[in-house]
């Protein structure tokens, strides 16, 4: 059975693509730092019959990227990764902590190539696989009070349409979506979006990228239709 790793599984959009994915037949390897919530992640697949493993761990830390993967590439074979953890500190520009850029950096940013660095090589070695990185139309557009937040994701444009260009040959698809702001707790102690309920559900969202996924590119915009 083919599994992909989805990272920031345990809630929001990484939670509904792993239950899509567990749906088509996949394994869904669930990671992100709450054993907890991945834990109900796993039963939650398992009661409709689908397979997970969860594994904690945090994606601001190399070592311990390096160290899981190695170890999950040992018992599984190892198709995708989803590369969705992502975290948002917002306002005016001057006012953002030092400790919060580094949070988004070291989260969106190094999180994002690291886990990618990690997966690609067996994806490699296998001769196919899927690349998926979770963007925001923050990387399309800059935003006000999302300054650092837009240059996170800027820099994962990037980072996703070069792989794309590497790889537009090779059975190895790579992905790019932008989706904007949803309805989770993507947003919880945060007075940058007053009511998120105008959002899509990120179940939503998961289903759209899912209709959509023979393209390169997927943009979904936040306002329902």
Same mark, same amino acid.
């Given at each position: 059975?083919?599994?992909?790793?989805?990272?920031?599984?345990?809630?929001?959009?990484?939670?509904?693509?792993?239950?899509?994915?567990?749906?088509?037949?996949?394994?869904?390897?669930?990671?992100?730092?709450?054993?907890?919530?991945?834990?109900?992640?796993?039963?939650?697949?398992?009661?409709?019959?689908?397979?997970?493993?969860?594994?904690?761990?945090?994606?601001?830390?190399?070592?311990?990227?390096?160290?899981?993967?190695?170890?999950?590439?040992?018992?599984?074979?190892?198709?995708?990764?989803?590369?969705?953890?992502?975290?948002?500190?917002?306002?005016?520009?001057?006012?953002?902590?030092?400790?919060?850029?580094?949070?988004?950096?070291?989260?969106?940013?190094?999180?994002?190539?690291?886990?990618?660095?990690?997966?690609?090589?067996?994806?490699?070695?296998?001769?196919?696989?899927?690349?998926?990185?979770?963007?925001?139309?923050?990387?399309? $557009?800059?935003?006000?009070?999302?300054?650092?937040?837009?240059?996170?994701?800027?820099?994962? $444009?990037?980072?996703?349409?070069?792989?794309?260009?590497?790889?537009?040959?090779?059975?190895?698809?790579?992905?790019?979506?932008?989706?904007?702001?949803?309805?989770?707790?993507?947003?919880?102690?945060?007075?940058?979006?007053?009511?998120?309920?105008?959002?899509?559900?990120?179940?939503?969202?998961?289903?759209?990228?899912?209709?959509?996924?023979?393209?390169?590119?997927?943009?979904?915009?936040?306002?329902?239709?």
């Amino acid at each position: 059975m083919k599994t992909i790793i989805v990272t920031g599984a345990g809630s929001g959009l990484g939670k509904e693509l792993s239950l899509l994915y567990s749906q088509q037949g996949y394994h869904v390897l669930l990671t992100g730092r709450s054993a907890d919530k991945l834990s109900a992640v796993k039963t939650e697949i398992e009661q409709v019959g689908g397979m997970s493993n969860y594994v904690v761990l945090d994606v601001q830390q190399e070592s311990d990227i390096l160290k899981k993967v190695e170890e999950l590439s040992k018992d599984h074979n190892i198709f995708g990764l989803i590369n969705n953890a992502g975290v948002g500190h917002f306002g005016p520009f001057v006012r953002i902590a030092q400790q919060e850029i580094s949070e988004m950096l070291h989260t969106n940013v190094f999180g994002t190539i690291l886990m990618t660095k990690a997966v690609l090589p067996l994806l490699q070695a296998q001769g196919e696989g899927l690349l998926m990185n979770i963007i925001s139309t923050a990387g399309l $557009r800059g935003k006000v009070n999302e300054a650092v937040y837009a240059a996170s994701k800027f820099a994962v $444009r990037g980072f996703t349409e070069s792989l794309q260009k590497e790889y537009e040959n090779s059975p190895i698809k790579v992905k790019a979506v932008y989706m904007g702001g949803m309805d989770t707790p993507f947003w919880e102690g945060s007075d940058h979006i007053a009511d998120s309920s105008h959002f899509r559900s990120a179940k939503e969202v998961a289903e759209m990228i899912l209709e959509q996924i023979d393209q390169n590119e997927i943009i979904i915009e936040s306002k329902k239709s």
